[in-house]
């Protein structure tokens, strides 16, 4: 099997591919409103701002992990892994611990604190998976978020 590569702009079709196809897996299938200029501009510009990593089973890719840099008030530097995913078609076949395994080296080449990351509460494959790698999954933490409409809001009231 090939090891993960660095993704360049022209895998980013199929990057939103695989996004897409995790947001449906995660019953959310109109959540995803990035599109393949938006991964482009993003990922490749002159300060990019995030890392991708891709893996390819027979000429495709079929698993992908994403990264950004974030600052930790109490560790300093940290590396947020926005997802990690493979294909339907290729789970259980070892692409995910590829994957994570780029990222961790990738990590500690950049010398973060911690690596974190959300994994939603239901997906209990992929919960056993992370903790099988010594991941601590914080089952007390709740993730908040304020979308674009609850920011309109925010600031109207305020």
């Given at each position: 099997?090939?090891?993960?590569?660095?993704?360049?702009?022209?895998?980013?079709?199929?990057?939103?591919?695989?996004?897409?196809?995790?947001?449906?897996?995660?019953?959310?299938?109109?959540?995803?409103e990035?599109?393949?200029?938006?991964?482009?501009?993003?990922?490749?510009?002159?300060?990019?701002?995030?890392?991708?990593f891709?893996?390819?089973?027979?000429?495709?890719?079929?698993?992908?992990?994403?990264?950004?840099?974030?600052?930790?008030?109490?560790?300093?530097?940290?590396?947020?892994?926005?997802?990690?995913?493979?294909?339907?078609?290729?789970?259980?076949k070892?692409?995910?611990?590829?994957?994570?395994?780029?990222?961790?080296k990738?990590?500690?080449?950049?010398g973060?604190?911690?690596?974190?990351?959300?994994?939603?509460d239901?997906?209990?494959?992929?919960?056993?998976?992370?903790?099988?790698?010594?991941?601590?999954?914080?089952?007390?933490?709740?993730?908040?978020?304020?979308?674009e409409?609850?920011?309109?809001?925010?600031?109207?009231?305020?």
């Open positions: 099997m090939n090891q993960p590569r660095l993704a360049v702009k022209q895998d980013m079709s199929r990057v939103l591919e695989l996004i897409q196809e995790l947001a449906t897996f995660e019953k959310e299938t109109d959540a995803v990035v599109n393949v200029l938006d991964l482009e501009r993003d990922g490749f510009g002159e300060n990019p701002k995030f890392t991708c891709v893996l390819e089973v027979n000429n495709s890719i079929e698993g992908i992990a994403l990264v950004y840099p974030r600052y930790s008030t109490w560790k300093g530097e940290v590396l947020h892994l926005e997802d990690l995913i493979v294909s339907e078609k290729c789970r259980g070892g692409l995910g611990t590829l994957l994570l395994n780029s990222v961790v990738h990590a500690k080449q950049l973060v604190k911690r690596v974190s990351w959300e994994v939603i239901w997906n209990d494959p992929a919960i056993k998976f992370y903790e099988s790698k010594g991941a601590n999954v914080m089952r007390d933490w709740d993730v908040v978020q304020l979308d409409k609850g920011i309109e809001n925010y600031l109207k009231a305020i």
